[in-house]
Nanobody, 123 residues
Framework: QVQLVESGGGKVQPGGSLRLSCAAS????????IGWFRQAPGKEREFVSA?????????SYADSVKGRFVMTRDYVKSEVYLQMSSLKVEDTAVYSC???????????????WGQGTQVTVSS
């Protein structure tokens, strides 16, 4: 059974930084896509960042977070991280880790989800 467990959310002032973690377990293959999505109150879930495939070092980012967010992956621990810097009020959302055997920037295409972690950017 695939499980994704996020941690690291919280409240931060504008311009601050937070680091999210996602621990993945239960995959029977090492080859899967893993990424981050977020959902703000009253808005649809949107793509943030993803590793499209195991072994590919390049990541995909939404335009709204490029240059501010960095996603990394620890293959030994089966964890991914989202380092968020220069945070803005509009980054406030529930951030969720997602995984599946293939990549898509459409959240409805991903089968496996974590419980989500709240990120609040406010002064």
């Amino acid at each position: 059974q695939v499980q994704l467990v996020e941690s690291g959310g919280g409240k931060v002032q504008p311009g601050g930084s937070l680091r999210l973690s996602c621990a993945a377990s239960g995959f029977t293959t090492d080859y899967y896509a893993i990424g981050w999505f977020r959902q703000a109150p009253g808005k649809e879930r949107e793509f943030v960042s993803a590793f499209p495939w195991t072994g590919i070092t390049s990541t995909s980012y939404a335009d709204s977070v490029k240059g501010r967010f960095v996603m990394t992956r620890d293959y030994v621990k089966s964890e991914v991280y989202l380092q968020m810097s220069s945070l803005k009020v509009e980054d406030t959302a529930v951030y969720s880790c997602a995984a599946d055997l293939k990549f898509s920037n459409d959240s409805s295409a991903w089968r496996y989800w974590g419980q989500g972690t709240q990120v609040t950017v406010s002064s």
